[in-house]
């Protein structure tokens, strides 16, 4: 995959729009967060059974990126991106209209395997531009991803609080998405016609080998654990902010992702960093990131609305530095592999918001606020392990290896 997206040109405002199709299409696994209290009292059904709509995206978003995402090695970007688009407009459509519980479940699942686009158009990106170029193209699309992720929960909270309904906010996802619809496609370059057509069927079968890579491994089981953290944070933190402590509703749920977006746009800080200093160390400065903001979380943001923001902007700023350090990490493997290694990455961190997710909402009903803390805290001490024998075991390696060569 030496050059897999070769464009014979782009149009101006390309790459912008490619960023805010990211923040867009992204924002469609996260619109329910601030929205599951409301779903709960809709539907009648507990606040752990309702935590299962999140569940169901973050599952259903990984199973895209492994079995979708690869696609975009072979087939013409145009054709691919409007059956993406068009099939998570028709899933949103159906989760807004959902009966009951089970099939605003079902429905959040189909609608995130389909909504993978951002995924699609970050390599597509990267491959527009010259290389001396990539890196910032690459730190665009980052930014409109962090956009997304925080707005989506904004908008979707002050959407369902002023109509006083959480099914208006998945209609307005769906109306944006067939927008992008007809606009997106139109910028995307023809792929030229490649000399050797590689099978689907071979294509996801090369995922696996990449497996053997050091780097790749150590990258992916550290975001399966802090995104498990950072899901479980927000699957329940509308519940937390729901309890008598503050008595607010889903529209202020959702306002947090403006209040923590000083901390994420930061972030981006973290790529000119990982140059100069390492991956390894960008981690260990996010691990610690982490633990104060689920430090502050579990202590002072039980009762005190500005710990809160604290918290939740030390999040984002963790979790988006570790995300950038990580794929600094995995891209230096291979250029010609970077589409499946970012695949099988991004498999790995939605499977770990999936089951954070679950986690979260399982630790909210056995101990509330602080079980759901504790089971962060727990997930990034864990990685924060892994970091540290992976790194151990490395600089053992080579110092042996200095040994021999004496």
């Known amino acids: 995959m030496s050059n897999p997206q070769s464009s014979t040109g782009i149009h101006r405002g390309t790459i912008p729009l490619m960023a805010a199709a990211c923040g867009v299409m992204v924002g469609n696994i996260y619109l329910c967060q601030p929205l599951l209290g409301q779903i709960a009292v809709s539907f009648g059904v507990p606040e752990h059974v309702s935590s299962l709509v999140a569940v169901a995206t973050q599952v259903g978003y990984a199973f ?30 159906a989760a807004s209209l959902a009966p009951n519980i089970g099939i605003l479940i079902g429905a959040s699942a189909c609608l995130a395997l389909v909504t993978v686009v951002p995924q699609v158009l970050i390599p597509i990106a990267a491959s527009l531009v010259p290389a001396e170029k990539r890196g910032r193209v690459v730190g665009t699309m980052t930014t409109g991803l962090i956009l ?17 309904s959480w099914r208006a906010s998945y209609g307005l996802a769906a109306a944006l998405t067939v927008l992008l619809f007809f606009f997106v496609p139109r910028f995307m370059p023809k792929r030229r016609q490649a000399s050797e057509r590689i099978g689907y069927g071979t294509l996801l079968a090369s995922l696996l080998p990449l497996l053997r890579h050091r780097a790749l491994l150590l990258s992916m089981g550290m975001n399966f654990m802090v995104f498990g953290a ?6 329940t933190l509308a519940f937390h902010l729901a309890s008598p402590a503050f ?21 981006p800080v973290a790529g000119r960093l990982s140059d100069r200093w390492g991956s390894s160390r960008v981690n260990a400065f996010a691990f610690c990131a982490l633990l104060a903001s689920f430090a502050i979380a579990a202590t002072l943001g039980t009762s005190h609305l500005l710990a809160m923001v604290a918290a939740v902007n030390l999040l984002d700023f963790g979790m988006q530095s570790g995300q950038i350090a990580n794929q600094t990490r995995i891209f230096a493997i291979g250029h010609e592999i970077r589409g499946r290694l970012n695949t099988l990455y991004m498999v790995s961190s939605f499977s770990g918001r999936a089951l954070g997710a679950f986690a979260g909402g399982l630790a909210w009903t056995m101990a509330g606020w602080i079980g759901v803390c504790l089971v962060c805290v727990c997930l990034i001490c864990l990685a924060a392990a892994l970091l540290a024998v992976t790194t151990f075991v490395g600089s053992r390696q080579k110092r042996a290896a200095r040994v021999d060569e004496i």
């Open 148 to 164: 997304g992720i925080l707005l989506s929960r904004t908008v979707s909270g002050l959407v369902a609080g002023y109509t006083e």
């Open 230 to 235: 950072f899901s479980a944070f927000w699957a």
């Open 64 to 93: 895209g990126i492994l079995l979708l995402v690869p696609l975009a090695d072979i087939a013409e970007p145009r054709k691919l991106l409007r059956w993406l688009m068009a099939l998570t407009a028709i899933g949103l459509v």
């Open 247 to 267: 008595g607010l509703g889903a529209a202020a749920a959702g306002l947090f992702g403006l209040w923590g977006a000083p901390g994420a746009l930061l972030a």
